[in-house]
């Protein structure tokens, strides 16, 4: 526990403007982000008398170990980096609401040539029309088969359409008119994206226009005496009323409104969310969160808004939000969703009539919310620590492992060695922490040699960090072992042990993005509390945001018996590491094994320590599986094409589509390669190169048949991608 005085500003250090505050723990990881319209004010609440400090606040400061600033030039640009970096750093401390699930939208892909119809979860893209979101993904395919009807656009896949194009003809819903069969060419492109914005228009809530006019057909169609057809129109109309009265008019006036409910305790909240359009229920969302600060219903709201439209842009941030109590102050928040919309957007409470009672309705949604989740949650949270107890008083440990790592060994009889490495912290897994390595110390079938390569390489990198935030203290640092392991780790790329890593790449250990402090003429000055700039170069894991391998856990699990208890102690006992402790969970007997014991300890088949640690170790094995299927999938799939440098995924195909398989690639002359488009003939000469330098030995055989194979077997996937010749067939070895 560290005392706030120890890296108290001095005075005066402090700007008095608006800007953007950090608090770090011991590790430099950012554990709560706050902004403030004037920084000197708002941190000083932080260094006052400890017993005068709200116990969530308390606790904050003193998990703290240094603060640091960001000087902005107005509120809004306080409240959009604080975002930011809350979305960043994802600290501890702050209040984070996450759904309990990714709610499914209805889309309308309207940049397609054939827009379609779907359910869609996640991020939203570009050109693509949402109504929602829904509760339930049957809620929407119930709408939409009502609509299809009336509105018979393509909600096929790309493949299926594809297929019907080549074939000619249509699928189910083509024959029964549920779909206008653009891929036919029944209707033709413009007439078909006619239909989808029809579609979309009765959605937004202008369903009037096309009530009116199917009556008036009807009327027609009777008046004609086509009464089949005038039969078929009435049941259209009988659809869409059906697809109407799923949401009824709440609001009178049509309005285009989020409305946004808070109930909470001492300890949680639950804040729910009715998506009004054109005067009726579109969609509805829920969150619930811990309460890990001290804070107002109206910083509740204003943290839920944030939730809300920090992704979103335009139409999608609606003209009006109604919410229980308005952020202080509430000019910034109001002008921040301004500029979300592009237009003035009004933030207020309402007062009376429909707006009130619909207000009402959805507090009620959210104190339903946070009772539901307070019930589901009270029976986890007890028998989670229940599990954590009974796991530290079997081991002997000092408290909780509220941090676990457990590691599994995966090959094909002793071919692809990988391992994997899971984290579960609180008994909960976190998968951002997951990690998984490629064997290259030695070659072979050997889990206990391979246990210790992993936890080596593993806590080597621990270390290093500890080195790179000054906390190593006796002077060796890591890397003084003079025989490192060979290899690379196959996450990030990085030297097995040397730590050295490409410049460049995805999973480079450091990172510039782009956003709040990236480099460039309009970053703004990051100060440290000694008042000296941050460097420049960017948000780095240095910065804040977790760094692989940086965090100690309290248990290391291990997925096998004594031995490989045995080689996980030595590993750590060999980097100088004695406060971390070591178990193993034996697949056979379930029997935890500990360091230095000849017997196992048993824990009773009813216990909750048992079952976390069950939970840990078949998490790790799973992990570590795909990842060994996936590794030797791409071998199977290898080519010599894949050592030419340049030559992506789209010219091998094209190349192998030109010839139809290797052989008779590595039969072409130089000027019939660059005869396939987009092959230069320099390209072609490096092909050329790599292909004879492959040249098999003899004709490939079937192994099963004996038969002198024609064309190398396998050169053509499935997908036109290369594949391997001999590749072997996974159902003869047995997969740990």
Known sequence: MADPSSYRPKPGEIPDTPGVYRFRD???RVIYVGKAKSLRQRLANYFQDLAGLHPRTRSMVTTAASVEWTVVSTEVEALQLEYSWIKEFDPRFNVKYRDDKSYPYLAVTMNEEYPRVQ????????????????AH??????????????????TCSAGVFKNAARTGRPCLLGYIGKCSAPCVDRVTADEHRELAEEFCDFMTGRTSTYIRRLERQMTEAAEEMEYERAARLRDDIGALKKAMEKNAVVLADATDADLIAVAEDELEAAVQIFHVRGGRVRGQRGWVTDKVEEITTGALVEHALQQLYG???????????????????????????????????????????DKKALMETVQRNAQQALVLHKTKRASDLTTRSRALEEIADALDLDGAPLRIECYDISHLQGDDVVASMVVFEDGLARKSEYRRFQIKGFAGQDDVRSMHEVITRRFRRYLAEKEKTGEWTDGAGPGADDTPLTGTDALTGTDALTGTQPPAGPDALTRTPEGPGAPGDDAPDVLTASGAPVASGGLTEEDGRPRKFAYPPQLVVVDGGAPQVAAARRALDELGIDDIAVCGLAKRLEEVWVPGDDDPIVLPRTSEGLYLLQRVRDEAHRFA??????????????????DVPGLGDTRKQALLKHFGSLKKLRAATIDQICEV???????AETIAVALARSAPAAPAVN?????????????MGSGGEPVAAGAPDERRGQET
């Open 26 to 28: 011991e590790h430099r």
């Open 119 to 134: 359910v869609m979860r996640g991020h939203k893209k570009k050109g693509v029309r949402y109504f929602g979101p829904y």
């Open 137 to 154: 993904a049957w809620a929407i395919r119930d709408t939409v088969d009502l609509l299809l009807r009336v509105f018979p656009v393509r």
């Open 311 to 353: 992704e979103e842009t335009g139409d999608a941030v609606p003209k009006e939000v109604l919410v229980p109590a308005l952020p202080d102050p509430v000019e910034p928040v109001q002008e921040w969703l301004a500029g979300r919309r592009g237009s003035n957007v009004s933030l207020r409470i309402p007062q009376r009539g």
């Open 625 to 642: 599986i795909t990842y060994q299927r996936a590794k030797r999938s791409k071998r199977f799939r290898s080519s010599p094409l894949d």
């Open 677 to 683: 488009p987009g092959i230069g003939r320099k390209t």
């Open 703 to 715: 192994t099963a048949t004996g038969e002198i194979m024609e064309e190398e077997p396998g050169t």
